[in-house]
């Protein structure tokens, strides 16, 4: 659904963080008042009268009467499979979303649209660098960010690089001309409710259609399965057109582009991650970028807060945040990155029913063998699965867990906190989590003898 086909209708927008807000501005910028629902109705009519400056009434989602409204934009967070959109699409009402919006608005434009469990950030953010040092206006969008909503009235750029969450790509009817997929394997299994709704809901975003190209990463066997049907797709990552050479470099088409060890974010997957930015360049403008523009790229790129980032050192240890490490797949890689290293991982958070046999046996598998320290709430299933195959502590809190890490980390060995599942209820954001940890460094380092 076209803006201006939304603007015709009866319109209500459930969610007003970021995403709801932009949408809210865009519909008011034309002239349509829609009715705005949230869970929490003061806090939101707070947040939109600071970043709106007028007031506003806010409703709860039992509130609403779905004979009064047509289309519902819903925000990311707001899961398509609450039982008020059921109640909602059963009384006629088309539920869509800003993301599905401008993909039909900007159809026209060219479009990197990147995707995956996780890698997406950094591959986008690679992405539009490439595409900018190669002389292109790019404008990075999405889930990174900058809303689509934010994005009409503007002047049009050269390309659009967008990240696209599971929860964005839901309600997507049209395929971009590019799409880079990064990784698959299950997650946020408490909104799409199964893992096999989780991966229908993410792939619409290239299944919708009509099909554009696709670069599928080729270390991730899930997503290698899943779109082995496509007939437009390029591979990436440990084999494909854009891939690690043998030396390490990054080649596309058998042409060395950029040494991988340049690239200051640590692991084979940030390499893999690279590729897919290159791939995902290639692809839009039809040929390999130039060395001199990936060069350029990986040496402005020093890393994401909260992804795999060396955020200090202290008493001898190497502390890296990896807050948004939300599920086991990304602890995985993470553990990876530091290979030969004395190793302890920070784990826990909530539980989306994720299961956690693979970070298991990567801790277990592992050389020198990590230490563990378990997070609540619930940190017995995690101790339970890891058994006594691995030193593990529990600790009660944050601060806690990094004084017990520095602890049982041997002098030169790194303290990664990567808790393979997302921040509990209440406690912020993985953005939170991260100044709670780098905070906790310098804590734990004051309380040492």
């Not at 963080?17 to 707070?46: F, K, M, N, S, Y």
């Not at 060890?261 to 290159?278: F, I, M, S, T, Y």
Request: hydrophobic share 45%.
């Amino acid at each position: 659904m076209r803006l201006e086909e939304l603007c015709t209708r009866r319109v209500a927008v459930w969610g007003l963080g970021q995403e709801g807000r932009a949408t809210t501005r865009l519909l008011a910028d034309h002239g349509v008042e829609p009715l705005l629902i949230d869970d929490r109705t003061l806090e939101a009519a707070r947040g939109l009268d600071a970043s709106l400056g007028r007031g506003h009434r806010v409703v709860a989602p039992a509130a609403v009467d779905w004979t009064e409204v047509d289309v519902v934009v819903r925000a990311p967070g707001v899961s398509r499979y609450r039982p008020e959109l059921e109640e909602a699409k059963g009384s006629g009402v088309a539920v869509t979303t800003a993301m599905a919006m401008w993909f039909e608005d900007f159809s026209d434009a060219r479009v990197v649209a990147v995707t995956g469990t996780k890698g997406k950030s950094t591959t986008a953010t690679l992405a539009s660098a490439i595409l900018r040092h190669g002389g292109l206006d790019v404008a990075l969008i999405g889930n990174i960010g900058v809303p689509a909503a934010a994005m009409y009235g503007r002047p049009h750029v050269d390309a659009y690089v967008v990240e696209v969450s599971s929860f964005q790509a839901a309600e997507v009817a049209l395929t971009p001309g590019v799409c880079v997929l990064t990784s698959l394997a299950p997650d946020h299994l408490d909104w799409h409710r199964t893992e096999e709704a989780y991966y229908r809901d993410k792939l619409r975003l290239i299944d919708v259609g009509p099909p554009g190209a696709l670069a599928v990463n080729a270390g991730s066997d899930e997503a290698l399965r899943r779109t082995a049907g496509h007939p437009d797709r390029t591979l990436f990552g440990p084999s494909g057109r854009v891939r690690v050479g043998t030396t390490g470099a990054i080649e596309a088409d058998g042409v060395h582009l950029v040494d991988g060890g340049l690239l200051r974010a640590p692991g084979q997957h940030n390499l893999w991650n690279l590729c897919g930015a290159v791939a995902g360049a290639l692809l839009l403008i039809g040929v390999p970028p130039a060395a001199s523009a990936v060069e350029a790229a990986v040496a402005g790129f020093a890393g994401l807060p909260s992804r795999c980032l060396t955020v200090g050192e202290r008493n001898g240890l190497i502390f890296v945040d990896d807050a948004l490490a939300s599920n086991p797949y990304a602890t995985v890689a993470s553990i990876g990155a530091f290979a030969g290293r004395e190793l302890t991982v920070i784990l826990g958070g909530a539980d989306r029913g994720v299961d956690p046999s693979d970070l298991v046996q990567a801790l277990t598998l592992r050389r020198p063998l990590p230490k563990v320290v378990v997070l609540p709430p619930g940190p017995e299933r995690l101790v339970e699965a890891l058994g006594p195959a691995v030193p593990i502590e529990v600790a009660a809190d944050l601060a806690g867990a990094v004084a017990a890490a520095m602890v049982m980390t041997p002098p030169g060995g790194v303290v990664l906190f990567s808790p393979a599942a997302p921040t509990p209820t209440g406690e912020g954001g993985f953005s939170e989590r991260s100044r709670l940890f780098v905070e906790a460094i310098g804590l734990a380092r004051t309380e040492q003898p």
